[in-house]
């Protein structure tokens, strides 16, 4: 199985600092993609990494691929209270499906 | 431009009864996904169209699940007869071309309770 499996499940920060998650996979994958679910909606695309990538940014994301220790970061700097949300990996192998991991819950403080 | 449109937003009903939720992905995507999340779980794949063809159902129970997507635009999934361990979040949602390549826009999902 390709899903990813985020660690760790549940974060509680303080707005203003940085949150980090990590995602493991288990074979060779095309490309890796976070998204965000708020609570009662559905998921919304964050940024995409392919194999061949080691690093990538998008405004205070920043997400880090090692291909070798099979994965990934997702780092959010300068955490704020509308980042509260559940945040998951989804890998893709080549076939067209993209497996989800289970979620890792982030909440900001005020 | 207007996003992945689904009905109803919640769904409660009795097991053994049946249910259809409708999806109308981004207008001039040829891929349409269906995913079931459990409470509790990511999403996982139950049925992914290409244009109005099946391109992946392997996860998809057969026996009590269906999905349509005419002329290759909006699309309709139903469960008949339902069972209590259905009762999850319905997510459609759409690609311009393939997933495995691009990322996915969702709906807002129709939340499924069967008693």
């Known amino acids: 199985s390709q899903q990813g499996e985020e660690d760790p499940q549940a974060l509680s920060i303080q707005e203003g600092e940085n949150a980090t998650m990590n995602c493991s996979y288990k074979t060779s994958i095309n490309n890796l993609q976070w998204y965000r679910q708020n609570s009662g909606r559905g998921l919304v695309h964050l940024i995409l990494i392919r194999s061949n990538e080691r690093e990538k940014h998008s405004g205070r994301l920043r997400v880090t691929l090692d291909t070798s220790k099979k994965s990934s970061s997702l780092l959010i700097t300068a955490s704020r209270a509308a980042d509260t949300a559940s945040y998951f990996c989804?890998?893709?192998?080549?076939?067209?499906?993209?497996?989800f991991g289970k979620g890792n819950q982030v909440v900001v403080i005020p | 431009e207007a996003g992945v449109a689904q009905s109803p937003r919640y769904k409660i009903i009795e097991k053994r009864q049946s249910v259809a939720f409708w999806c109308n992905p981004i207008s001039g995507h040829a891929t349409l996904y269906w995913y079931q999340q459990i409470l509790g779980q990511g999403p996982k794949l139950l049925i992914q169209f290409q244009n109005n063809g099946v391109v992946d159902d392997s996860q998809l129970p057969k026996d009590r699940f269906s999905a349509e997507r005419l002329k290759g635009v909006d699309s309709t999934l139903k469960i008949q007869p339902a069972k209590l361990e259905d009762s999850a979040v319905y997510l459609c949602?759409?690609?311009?071309?393939?997933?495995?390549?691009?990322?996915?826009?969702f709906g807002s999902g129709t939340q499924l309770s069967v008693l």
């Open positions: 989804a890998t893709s192998r080549g076939n067209n499906r993209l497996a």
């Open positions: 949602a759409s690609s311009l071309l393939q997933s495995g390549r691009e990322k996915l826009f």
